[in-house]
């Protein structure tokens, strides 16, 4: 199959993407990411950044977005397993089937939906393109499925882009 983009011989395969070449997929999804970065106004110009590093797939993920990141907004950036010191931001590796499990949870428990007031980096980033990701940035580890997540995996393959529609649902909630 060849890239949706640029023609290339693509060989990812996600449904809701098409098929996409290694460097258009990675493209793509640090995209996505800088957009809900400026939408969303999260960094600012030397802002002090702690990344949480709990030495999962997601944290590495996050530090590649934000060395990306770094070369175009000037930003102090320290990696720590653990939050110690004062920083402006703390940036978890969080994404967004998490935050979709967060928003269900608050759904059936009747509790009130609130957004943590750490940045979630990694939002708008499927555990399927993060698994993806994993094999193009060539990292090890794994993606760990919660009972919720493989439910959520479920719908999304039997309703394509009810993940996404599900967290455009809780953004809403959380604005009201």
């Not at 703390?90 to 935050?99: G, Q």
């Not at 479920?154 to 604005?175: M, V």
Request: hydrophobic share 35%; aromatic share 6%.
């Amino acid at each position: 199959m060849k890239c949706i983009k640029c023609q290339n011989s693509g060989t990812t395969g996600l449904k809701h993407l098409g098929p996409m070449c290694n460097k258009c997929f990675l493209r793509t999804i640090e995209k996505r990411v800088r957009k809900d970065l400026t939408t969303n106004k999260i960094f600012a110009p030397n802002d002090h950044i702690l990344l949480i590093n709990d030495k999962s797939v997601k944290a590495a993920i996050c530090r590649y977005f934000l060395d990306s990141i770094k070369k175009d907004i000037p930003l102090d950036i320290h990696i720590k397993s653990i939050k110690t010191g004062e920083y402006d931001k703390i940036v978890t590796s969080a994404n967004l089937d998490y935050e979709i499990e967060s928003f269900l949870e608050s759904l059936f428990t009747n509790k009130p939906y609130t957004q943590s007031k750490e940045v979630h980096l990694l939002r708008t980033v499927s555990d399927e393109e993060i698994i993806t990701l994993k094999k193009i940035l060539k990292l090890k580890g794994s993606v760990k499925k919660t009972k919720m997540g493989k439910i959520l995996d479920k719908l999304e393959k039997q309703y394509p882009g009810s993940k996404f529609g599900l967290f455009k649902s809780s953004s809403r909630t959380s604005a009201v």
